[in-house]
C-alpha cells in the first residue's frame, strides 16, 4: 500500500513538472474567426491559410524552437460571441491572437486586446479599424482609406466614369468602404446617381438591381461580402445589367465567382491580395494550398497564411516571446520575402499596424480571375 | 413600367415560396394542432439531400426525386412519429418547444455534417432573359411561379376535388366526428404530413438556386412564411396562399420604391396591422371558443 501511494506520488510530481514544461515547449497563438454565418467564407479560407502555414512552421521546429499551439474559436459571424471567444482565450495568456476578419467582430475585440496588450493580425478591412489609437492591432490587407484611392483612380482614368451607382453591405466593412469611396469619387468629381444600401446575408437583391438600373450610371461599384456579392451578381445578369460592374478584392476572389455560376464574368476592379498575381512564391503557395485542402483559396487564405511568417519573423528578430516589444518592433517594419519568405511579397506597416504592399487591377475572364495590372507600393 | 413588371414577377415568384411553405404551416395546424417552428428547416434541409445525392453521383432529376422523397419521410412521416405524436399529449407549448429544438438540431447538423459555406445550387431553367408583354422578365422567376402555381393548384384539386381531400378536410374540421363517420383519422393525419414534407423539398428546390444552399436560410424562410400565413390566415389554406403571394410582392415593391434600408421592417408592420385590424387574418375564419 506504501508502494501504491508512493507510486501515485511519483506519477502526480512528474505530471505537475510536465505541465510547465510542455508549455515551454510551445507559443501559444490562438484563432478567432469567422466559421459559420455570413462570414464563414471568409474566416475558413483565413482558417486553411493559418493552419498550412502553423504545420509548415512547427515541421521547421516552430519558432525559436518552441512549437505553435493554436485553438480554433467560431465568431458565428457575431460581434458579441467573438468578444466572449476572445475573453475566453485572453485567459490563457495568448502570445499574438490571430483574427477576426469581419471588421465589425475587430472593432469589438481590439478594446480587450489593448487592455490586455496582445498584439491581435486581422483580416479586417474597415477604416476605423486603425484610426482608432490602439498600438496592438495589425492588418494583413489593405485598410479602405488606401484601397478605395486606387479603385477611384481606375474608375476614373481606367473606366473613365462620370457617374457612378455603388451598393454596399450595411455592416462596419461596408459603411467603412462606403463613406471612404464616396469621398474619393467627390474629390475626383465623379457623382454618386444611387447609394443603395444592403443587409448582410441579404437573399434577394431584386429590388437593388431594379433601382441600380434606374439610376443609368456609367459604372457600379459593388461592396458587399462573399455570398451576398454571389447572390447580386446572379440578379444582376438576370435583369440585364450592362454597366461595367466593379469591386474591391472580395467581387473578384474565387469563391464568389464559383457562387455566381457564370454571373461574374467581366467584373472587373482592384485586387489587394489574389493567388492569381503573377508572382511565383504566391503561385506557388496557391498550389500547395489547392494540393493540401482541395480548392482553391481567396484573398483570406494569403492574409492567414502571412500573418503566421509575420509573427516568426519578428519574433525570431527581437529574439524572445514579448508580445509588447513585438507590437512595438512592427511598428515601421518592412519585412521583404528574402527575410521571410513566408510573406510571400514585401510588406510594410506604419506606426497605425497599416500595411503597404503591391497590389493588382484584375478582371474576371471564363470563370478566373486575371490580372490585368500592378499597382506599386503607395510608400514609393 | 419595365421595372415594375420585373418586380412584380420577381415578387409574385417569392411569394409563391412563401405561400407553398405556409400552405405547409396551415396544414399541419389544422389537422394536428401542431405549430411547427421547424417549418424554415424543413425547407433548408431537402438541398443538402439533393446536394448529397449529386455528391454521390446521381444527375439533378434523380437528385431532386431523392431529396423529395427522403423529405417526405424524414421531415413528414419520422416528424410525425418521433416528435408530434409522443409529444402532442401534453399540450401544444410542449410540441412548440420540441419544434424549436427541432430546428436548432437541423441547422447544426446541416452545418457541421455539410458545409458551414453557401453552396451553388442548380437552377430548373438556365438565367435567360424572356419578353412578355413588351417587358423582358427573367425566366427563372417565370419557371419558380410556374412551378409553384401548379403545386399549390394540384393541392387544391387533391383537397376539394377529390374524395381522400375531402377526408382530410373533414378531420381537420372535426376529428371526432369524421371518425365517427368511418374516416381513418390518424391516416388522414399522417398524409398531412407527408404532404407537408413534398411541399417544403418543392419549395427547397425552387427557393436554393437564388439563396445559395445554406444551414442559416431557414431562419428566414421560417419566419417569412409563418408572417405569410398569419397575415392571409392561419387556419384556412387559401389564406396562407394569399399571405405569401401579397407578402412576396409588397416586400419587393417596398424595397423598391419606399426604402431598402426598412425593408425588413414591413413585413412585421404589415403582420401588425393585420393582427389589430383583422387577428384571424384577411382570409381567416373567426374561431369562437366552446365552454
Known amino acids: ?380 | 413600367m419595365t421595372s415594375f413588371v420585373q418586380l412584380l414577377v420577381s415578387g409574385l415568384a417569392t411569394g409563391a415560396i412563401y405561400a407553398l411553405i405556409a400552405v405547409g404551416f396551415t396544414l399541419v395546424w389544422k389537422t394536428s394542432q401542431t405549430i411547427n417552428f421547424a417549418q424554415g428547416e424543413f425547407v433548408m434541409l431537402p438541398a443538402f439531400f439533393v446536394l448529397a445525392a449529386m455528391d454521390a453521383g446521381a444527375p439533378f432529376w434523380l437528385a431532386a426525386a431523392i431529396g423529395i422523397a427522403l423529405s417526405v419521410v424524414i421531415l413528414g412521416l419520422l416528424f410525425k412519429v418521433a416528435i408530434v405524436d409522443p409529444m402532442l399529449k401534453y399540450g401544444v407549448l410542449p410540441l412548440v418547444i420540441s419544434t424549436i429544438a427541432l430546428s436548432l438540431f437541423l441547422k447544426e447538423g446541416a452545418k457541421d455534417f455539410y458545409s458551414a459555406l453557401g453552396q451553388p445550387f442548380p437552377a430548373l431553367v438556365p438565367a435567360t432573359d424572356i419578353r412578355v408583354l413588351g417587358t423582358v422578365v427573367s425566366a427563372q422567376s417565370l419557371a419558380v411561379l410556374a412551378v409553384a402555381l401548379v403545386t399549390i393548384a394540384a393541392l387544391h384539386v387533391l383537397l376539394n376535388k377529390t374524395r381522400l381531400g375531402r377526408a382530410m378536410q373533414a378531420t381537420a374540421q372535426n376529428p371526432t366526428l369524421a371518425r365517427i363517420l368511418g374516416i381513418p383519422v390518424q391516416r388522414m393525419i399522417l398524409l398531412t404530413f407527408l404532404i407537408n414534407g413534398a411541399l417544403v423539398a418543392i419549395a427547397s428546390i425552387l427557393v436554393s438556386p437564388i439563396y445559395l444552399a445554406k444551414f442559416t436560410n431557414g431562419e428566414t424562410l421560417g419566419m417569412a412564411a409563418f408572417i405569410a400565413a398569419i397575415i392571409g390566415g392561419f387556419n384556412e389554406v387559401r389564406g396562407a396562399i394569399f399571405g405569401g403571394i401579397i407578402l412576396g410582392v409588397l416586400d419587393n415593391l417596398s424595397a423598391a420604391y419606399i426604402s431598402s434600408q426598412y425593408r425588413g421592417a414591413f413585413p412585421l408592420l404589415i403582420l401588425v396591422a393585420v393582427i389589430l385590424v383583422r387577428p384571424h387574418g384577411l382570409l381567416g375564419r373567426a374561431e369562437e371558443r366552446t365552454i
Open chain 1, 1 to 380: 500500500m506504501v508502494r501504491s501511494a508512493l507510486f501515485a506520488a511519483v506519477v502526480a510530481a512528474a505530471l505537475g513538472l510536465a505541465s510547465p514544461l510542455y508549455a515551454q515547449s510551445t507559443v501559444y497563438i490562438p484563432a478567432i474567426l469567422e466559421l459559420s454565418g455570413a462570414g464563414a467564407v471568409s474566416g475558413t479560407n483565413f482558417r486553411d491559410g493559418m493552419l498550412m502555414a502553423i504545420d509548415e512552421v512547427n515541421a521547421k521546429g516552430g519558432i525559436l524552437g518552441r512549437k505553435i499551439k493554436t485553438d480554433l474559436l467560431d465568431t458565428q459571424s457575431d460581434a458579441g460571441i467573438s468578444r466572449a471567444q476572445l475573453q475566453k482565450v485572453l485567459d490563457n495568456s495568448p502570445y499574438v491572437v490571430l483574427g477576426p476578419v469581419f471588421s465589425g467582430s475587430v472593432l469589438v475585440d481590439m478594446l480587450l486586446t489593448q487592455q490586455a496588450e496582445i498584439p491581435e493580425i486581422v483580416g479586417g478591412e474597415a477604416a476605423a479599424i486603425t484610426q482608432k489609437g490602439d498600438p496592438y492591432v495589425f492588418r494583413t490587407s489593405f485598410g479602405q482609406q488606401f484601397s478605395m484611392p486606387k479603385i477611384a483612380n481606375y474608375i476614373r482614368d481606367g473606366i473613365k466614369a462620370k457617374t457612378v451607382a455603388v451598393l454596399w453591405v450595411n455592416n462596419d466593412f461596408g459603411k467603412g468602404g462606403r463613406d471612404n469611396f464616396v469621398k474619393e469619387m467627390a474629390a475626383r468629381n465623379i457623382k454618386v446617381v444611387a447609394d443603395v444600401s444592403t443587409e448582410s446575408g441579404q437573399v434577394d437583391f431584386a429590388a437593388d438591381v431594379v433601382k441600380l438600373k434606374a439610376a443609368n450610371a456609367d459604372a457600379i461599384f459593388v461592396y458587399t461580402n462573399e455570398e451576398e456579392s454571389a447572390r447580386f451578381l446572379r440578379e444582376a445578369k438576370k435583369q440585364g445589367i450592362t454597366a461595367p460592374l466593379i469591386g474591391e478584392t472580395t467581387l473578384l476572389g474565387q469563391k464568389v465567382i464559383e457562387l455566381a455560376q457564370g454571373a461574374a464574368e467581366g467584373v472587373h476592379g482592384h485586387v489587394g491580395l489574389t493567388v492569381d498575381a503573377p508572382i511565383p512564391a504566391v503561385k506557388d503557395f496557391a498550389e500547395r494550398f489547392k494540393k493540401r485542402f482541395n480548392y482553391l483559396c481567396d484573398h483570406n487564405g494569403i492574409k492567414g497564411y502571412t500573418a503566421v511568417y509575420i509573427i516568426k519573423y519578428v519574433t525570431e528578430k527581437i529574439g524572445k516571446f514579448d508580445s509588447k516589444l513585438f507590437a512595438e518592433t512592427l511598428h515601421g517594419l518592412t519585412i521583404t520575402p528574402k527575410d521571410e519568405p513566408g510573406v510571400l511579397m514585401e510588406v510594410s506597416f506604419d506606426k497605425n499596424g497599416d500595411l503597404d504592399r503591391e497590389s493588382f487591377l484584375g478582371e474576371v475572364v471564363n470563370g478566373q480571375q486575371k490580372i490585368v495590372a500592378i499597382l506599386p507600393k503607395l510608400g514609393k
